[in-house]
């Protein structure tokens, strides 16, 4: 995974901080990638020898995909971001910052060993406006808030998808309904197996990846498919999400 996870959370940090923060990672961490590339190394880790001038072929520079393409990375986390960024711009025209133009990191050539950096080569500088890291952490709060008509927009999108998934019925075991979120690019370590017997239910946290700041999905197998339910997790002290409280709203 090539985004860092932007937790703790701040309560003084707001979510296009911690949007931008997580998108400049993942830039960094793509570019750093491609950098990598140019440099592979020999199975005993010294640089691999130079081919002959006859021989050396160039390798073509990766594509670099904006927009709706990148709901078609190869990256999954790119994906989850774009797809969530776009949704919560249909829903908010105008409030969601754009995820920048990334390489397809499948047209990059596979990469053997660690990067072979000269002295005169420098890291891949993060941008200046990054924020800074989180602060002394807020009191932990479980109780679910309130989920705002932007909110309530962005949850019908994202619980869309969630039960276009099963369609074709519900799912057997905790397995299949991972299996099936994560192709409907829902990243495997959003989605958290709720205690307690009864039936399967799973909680989605879209906190840190989507500009809507509390959102959150509840999934429950039924006899034919899932029941979804959105609800607003609390950010402040970064509480775990399957102890979030249901129905205390204040």
Not at 4 to 17: E, F, K, N, V
Not at 234 to 242: L, N, Q, S, V
């Amino acid at each position: 995974m090539w985004a860092a996870r932007t937790r703790p959370h701040d309560s003084g940090m707001t979510t296009s901080q911690r949007l931008l923060r997580t998108l400049a990672l993942t830039a960094t961490a793509l570019g750093t990638l491609t950098l990598t590339a140019c440099g592979t190394q020999g199975a005993a880790g010294r640089p691999a020898a130079t081919a002959a001038p006859a021989a050396v072929t160039a390798s073509p520079s990766p594509r670099m995909l904006s927009g709706k393409d990148l709901e078609r990375h190869s990256d999954p986390t790119v994906r989850a971001q774009a797809i969530a960024l776009r949704i919560a711009d249909t829903c908010s025209p105008g409030s969601a910052i754009e995820l920048p133009p990334l390489p397809d990191v499948s047209l990059v050539a596979e990469t053997v060993g660690p990067p072979v950096r000269t002295p005169s080569e420098e890291p891949v500088p993060l941008p200046p406006d990054l924020p800074e890291p989180p602060g002394p952490e807020a009191t932990v709060s479980y109780d679910e808030v309130p989920l705002d008509e932007v909110d309530r927009c962005a949850a019908d999108a994202h619980a869309d998808r969630v039960r276009a998934a099963f369609a074709t019925g519900a799912p057997a075991d905790e397995a299949a309904l991972r299996k099936a979120l994560a192709g409907a690019d829902f990243l495997p370590e959003s989605v958290h197996r709720m205690p307690g017997d009864g039936a399967l239910r799973a909680r989605i946290d879209l906190r840190d990846l989507s500009p809507n700041d509390n959102l959150a999905l509840e999934v429950t197998a039924t006899a034919t498919g899932v029941r979804v339910d959105a609800f607003g997790a609390p950010i402040a002290g970064d509480p775990d999400i399957t102890g979030i409280r249901r129905g205390r709203t204040s």
